[in-house]
């Protein structure tokens, strides 16, 4: 077993403990440190001390060890939710994305040998047991099909389905003790949220079907390239799909401008087209979920765990919105943020004109009809920061509902991606087709 694979513990009773340990030893680190500090005369914040290198190496090391909820939460977190986190925590949960510790070959053979029977292996002229990717929930191997097909295979790390519930506790709980999460935060509902979209993710079935649903819906948006499906060799743990030959999409950073600027024209062309035409948007925006066939100029689309189906009334209430915001007519965003549901009963006006503010601030790049220079606007950090002062500032963290959430964490994934390439894309042309032309 090398350095870095370790049987992944797939009781609830094993994974607890690791829990445990690790608050235990977080706890006695806190107090030694501080013990420390007050011997020297200081007066140290609580953060101060669980934020010591030796904790967050602790921490990072552990949710990489028991990957599934526990990492994914930390990936959801960092991206939907970096404005209520300490930095430090943001960082680490960022580096979780794709450096989970990888399963060992016993491990891996009896996961296949449940899901495709005995003689799994007939199935493939090769397969390569060393994964290409390690993520939160599986990890991907490729291997040739007996047709001689080129695939992708994702399997599912054993004992994460049923784990995923009581990670997602024990994760919120060990947060909150060393007080990672403001107060004010409602981080329950949003946990009940991540159990619910974990327990999504983990259903291969249910992405094998999102997968043949995109491919259906872009066959004739040539810019786009999809997996096929191969249903004899998957299961509700294991999804085979063709192999995509590219370049992760953060590498065309170095490309020439007019590249760019088309691959971020054409995903946000996709965005809006997925929550106006599909009703079905892939809301998870990380970028190892996007590549770039440079041969033949695609973007090939990975992964649709993440897919969430929006009903006429949501769709309806973000046409509204964008038609109000570039009108100016706060009364009218005002309504439509109503009918998203983003209102709670409680809250203030000033917390309410907060909200407002904040949306108007996304929809900037809307307001011109030019291309929009998303690095230079710094409008990714803009929103990051007033989001903070919302969150922490005003004492206030406004959880919007759960399919809104989950459409920013979308927009707001585009809106970094297209930072990163340094992309100029004119938003207002991509948008103007689904506007209210009555408002």
């Avoid at 608050?23 to 007050?38: C, D, H, M």
């Avoid at 060393?130 to 047709?147: C, E, N, T």
């Avoid at 990670?167 to 935060?185: E, W, Y």
């Avoid at 035409?277 to 066939?293: C, E, G, I, S």
Wanted: charged share 25%; net charge negative; hydrophobic share 40%.
């Amino acid at each position: 077993m090398s350095a870095k694979e370790r049987n992944l513990p797939t009781h609830r009773i094993s994974r607890f403990s690791k829990f445990a340990s690790l608050a235990t030893r977080v706890a006695g680190s806190v107090i030694t440190e501080g013990t420390k500090q007050l011997a020297q005369g200081n007066r140290p914040k609580a953060k101060d001390l669980v934020l010591t290198p030796q904790n967050i190496a602790r921490l990072t090391d552990q949710l990489a060890h028991l990957r599934g909820a526990a990492m994914k939460l930390g990936q959801m977190l960092s991206m939907d939710a970096g404005d209520i986190l300490e930095p430090e925590l943001a960082n680490i949960l960022a580096r979780l994305r794709s450096d989970a510790d990888p399963l060992p070959a016993k491990q891996l053979n009896q996961v296949l040998e449940n899901s495709l029977g005995i003689n799994w292996k007939v199935e493939f002229v090769t397969f390569n047991f060393k994964p290409l990717a390690s993520a939160s929930i599986g990890q991907v191997h490729q291997a040739y099909s007996d047709a001689g097909d080129k695939l992708a295979i994702k399997v599912q790390y054993p004992g994460i389905r049923k784990s995923i519930d009581s990670d997602v506790d024990n994760v919120g709980t060990l947060l909150n003790i060393v007080g990672l999460i403001p107060k004010s935060v409602d981080y329950k509902s949003l946990l009940e949220e991540a159990k619910k979209q974990l327990h999504d993710e983990a259903d291969y079935d249910r992405e094998a079907d999102y997968a043949i649903r995109y491919h259906d819906a872009l066959k004739e948006h040539s810019h786009f390239v999809v997996p096929k499906i191969h249903p004899q060799v998957s299961s509700d743990s294991v999804l085979a799909m063709d192999f995509i030959e590219g370049v992760s999409i953060e590498q065309i950073e170095g490309y020439d401008q007019s590249t760019r600027d088309f691959v971020m024209h054409s995903l946000i062309e996709l965005m809006f087209k997925e929550l106006f035409d599909f009703k079905m948007v892939q809301t998870d925006p990380n970028f190892a979920n996007y590549l770039y066939v440079e041969q033949t100029c695609q973007i090939g689309l990975l992964d649709f765990g993440a897919t969430r189906e929006y009903s006429d009334r949501f769709s309806d209430g973000y046409r509204s919105a964008f038609t109000s915001v570039i009108n100016h007519n706060e009364q009218g965003l005002n309504k439509a943020l109503e009918q998203i549901g983003f209102f709670s009963e409680t809250i203030l006006p000033d917390q309410r004109q907060a909200i407002l503010n904040l949306v108007t601030m996304a929809c900037e790049p809307m307001l011109v009809d030019e291309d929009y220079d998303f690095k230079a606007s710094g409008l990714a950090q803009r929103l990051r920061e007033a989001g903070t002062i919302l969150s922490m500032e005003q004492e206030y963290w406004h959880t919007p509902p759960a399919d809104a959430l989950f459409l920013h964490r979308k927009i707001g994934g585009m809106y970094l991606l297209a930072s990163r390439l340094g992309a100029k894309v004119n938003i207002r042309r991509l948008v103007e087709p689904y506007l209210l032309s009555d408002s």
